[in-house]
Structure formats: structure tokens, C-alpha cells
């Protein structure tokens, strides 16, 4: 079946501008997760999104960040005025719940001028 | 704070060699480890994953062990290939029941 889908796969944005990043998980899938990774570094927490529950955001580095998720299928990652230090790759994951292994989508590397 | 290292230096193997890359952690007692690889320009794939109460665990030419003793997994590839060439990330359980924490990964290159 299909995987985790990401778009854009590239984003370039000028510093202030707002973006917006989708995710759409393997169907059947009710566990979400963002992540960022900087180049050279590990994966950084963002958020989890799981079914209907309360979605831990404790990740997001500022308040400039924020997600949505409609029910258990597409997510969209927002970040508002962007910074330079936004840049990196955004990775998304889903997983079944209570299960450790998660399925990652390609990608969105963004980079911000 | 939970602190995972992998040896940020490339590992240059030649191909047919054992390829064994690191994975301590300290200030911390993971119930589980992961194994991930990634390659340039993809999100990044599931290989194994070791429980606390297991000691080695095997997949094809894979082999993951975990020293909790050590706070210490060696993954190991056998009778590596160009193809094994990647990316390989370590990842612990974060303490809840999906967090995970993850090393900034050790880039492999095998060569022919």
C-alpha cells in the first residue's frame, strides 16, 4: 500500500513569510508525528497527534509553530514568520497506536532567505 | 537530560567486511531501541528493534545487540555491499508510549 506522503518536497520562502507543510499518513494509521531535522542532527520532536486525543505539542519551538490534523488522516505543519533557523527538513511519521515502529514520509525541506 | 551519541564520523568499510556502528546513551534506561536507516534526500526506514531484556537480536545480515550494563547497542552489518551504504540512526524509548529520542546517526560507506 501506499506509504507516508509528504508535499512540497522543496520549499523556499523568504524570512517573515508564512508556510504551510502537509502530511498525509498510511491510511489506518491513528499515531502522527512531526519532526525536525537540521542538517547533521538528529530527529527533534514537534508533535503527536494521536485519534481524537488531545495532541501533545510539547515539541514546538515556539509559538510560531503550530499543527492540525483532520481526524485521523491529513496533517498540516504551520509555521508563521519565518526565520532563518527555520531551515531544515520537516519529516513526518505515523504509526498504528500503542506500536513503537514508526513510517516516515519523504520529507519537506524548506529553506528560509 | 537523556544524551544518545553515534560516532559522528564517517565509517569507510570495505565491501565484504563487518560494518559495526555505536549507539550509547546515558542518564537513562530505555525499555526499547530502534534502528533506523536514511538515506540522502528520504525520511528514514525501520530496521530492528531491541527490548531491554533481550540481548541480541538478528535480521538477515543484521544483527543488534543491547548492553544496559554498557548503556551500550552495536549494530552490525556482515558481508556488507555498496548498497548497505547510508545513514544509520539510533533511537530509545523517550519514557511514554511513542516518544522516541534519537542520535544525530552515523553515516556508513562501504566500498567496492
Known amino acids: 500500500g501506499a506509504g507516508v506522503s509528504q508535499s512540497p518536497s522543496n520549499k523556499v520562502t523568504e524570512k517573515g513569510k508564512d508556510v504551510e507543510l502537509r502530511c498525509d499518513p498510511i491510511?489506518?494509521?491513528?499515531?502522527l508525528y512531526w519532526y525536525r531535522q537540521r542538517l547533521g542532527q538528529g530527529l527533534e520532536f514537534l508533535i503527536y497527534f494521536q485519534g481524537n486525543s488531545a495532541p501533545d505539542k510539547s515539541g514546538l519551538p515556539s509559538d510560531r509553530f503550530s499543527a492540525e490534523r483532520t481526524g485521523e488522516s491529513v496533517s498540516t505543519l504551520t509555521i508563521q514568520r519565518t526565520q532563518q533557523e527555520d531551515s531544515a527538513v520537516y519529516l513526518c511519521a505515523s504509526s498504528f497506536p500503542d506500536k513503537e515502529t514508526q513510517y516516515f514520509g519523504p520529507g519537506t525541506r524548506l529553506l528560509v532567505l | 537530560s537523556q544524551k544518545i551519541e553515534q560516532n559522528s564520523e564517517a565509517l569507510n568499510i570495505q565491501e565484504g567486511k563487518t560494518a559495526t556502528l555505536t549507539c550509547n546513551y546515558t542518564n537513562y534506561s530505555p525499555a526499547y531501541l530502534q534502528w533506523y536507516r536514511q538515506d540522502p534526500g528520504r525520511g528514514p526506514v525501520f530496521l530492528l528493534l531491541?527490548?531491554?531484556n533481550e540481548k541480541e537480536k538478528r535480521k538477515e545480515r543484521l544483527k543488534v545487540t543491547f548492553d544496559t550494563t554498557l548503556k551500550q547497542s552495536l549494530f552490525h552489518i556482515t558481508a556488507s555491499q555498496p548498497a548497505d551504504s547510508a545513514t544509520y540512526l539510533c533511537a530509545l524509548d523517550g519514557g511514554s508510549n511513542y516518544q522516541l529520542i534519537w542520535g544525530a546517526g552515523t553515516k556508513l560507506i562501504i566500498k567496492p
Open positions: 491510511s489506518g494509521h491513528t499515531a
Open positions: 531491541i527490548r531491554e
